[in-house]
């Protein structure tokens, strides 16, 4: 069975200085979608960042960056110049292509000190 | 394009009470899926409809949970008569077929406190 990991139930950033949520995550399948999804306090979780097994080039979107070692099964998240709207919860997610169903990790909740 | 809708989005109740939580997709989203994620834990898998079928129930956790998604639109998920270990988080989220590699679109959740 596959599972995620997320071993930093809590981080804290100083605003405009960059931070690393870890993610690591165990499968046999070959095919698969990683994600990072964040909740803000009481508001839906909206899609940060998806990187596909296949790719060997990390996944950037603007400020946010993954690093993804297939082979150690590990899939880190950095966030660059962050911003006191980044703090939020922050959800690594597995799914194997094909399939419909999240595998996901405990969270990592983030806090943005001003 | 209006998005998941979840309502109510806290409820508290008693051990023993019943309570329906309710999703409404965006509009034409085939798939709707709940989740649930208990204080602390991960978010769990707990159904999957498209349309008005139910493709995978594999994650409910036992028969006092009851979903139903009337004629493909919004869907209800009742849990009577509700436990201790039922408080949480449950999360709905849609999406249409073949956008795997987008992600779904999730709501906010309704908070379960049961007491």
């Known amino acids: 069975a596959q599972t995620v990991t997320q071993s930093q139930p809590e981080m804290s950033v100083q605003e405009a200085e960059t931070v690393t949520l870890s993610c690591t995550y165990d499968?046999?399948?070959?095919?698969?979608?990683l994600f990072w999804y964040k909740q803000p306090p009481s508001r839906q979780m909206i899609l940060v960042i998806r990187q596909e097994a296949y790719k060997q080039q990390n996944a950037t979107e603007n400020r946010f960056s993954v690093n993804f070692q297939k082979a150690a099964k590990s899939f880190s998240l950095k966030i660059s110049d962050s911003q006191l709207g980044d703090a939020a919860m922050y959800f690594c997610a597995y799914k194997t292509s094909g399939t419909y169903k999240y595998i996901f990790g405990t969270g990592t909740r983030l806090k943005v000190l001003a | 394009e209006a998005g998941v809708t979840q309502f109510p989005s806290h409820s508290v109740i008693e051990k023993g009470q019943t309570v329906t939580l309710r999703c409404d997709p965006i509009?034409?989203?085939?798939?709707l899926y709940w989740y649930r994620r208990v204080m602390g834990k991960e978010i769990k898998f707990l159904l999957h409809f498209v349309k008005e079928s139910k493709q995978d129930e594999s994650g409910m956790p036992n028969n006092r949970f009851l979903a139903e998604r009337t004629g493909g639109t919004y869907s209800t998920l009742k849990v009577q008569p509700a436990e201790l270990e039922d408080s949480g988080v449950y999360f709905c989220?849609?999406?249409?077929?073949?956008?795997?590699?987008?992600?779904?679109?999730f709501g906010s959740g309704t908070r379960l406190t049961v007491v």
């Open positions: 509009s034409g989203h085939d798939n």
């Open positions: 499968t046999s399948e070959s095919d698969y979608y």
């Open positions: 989220a849609s999406s249409q077929p073949g956008t795997a590699l987008e992600g779904y679109t």
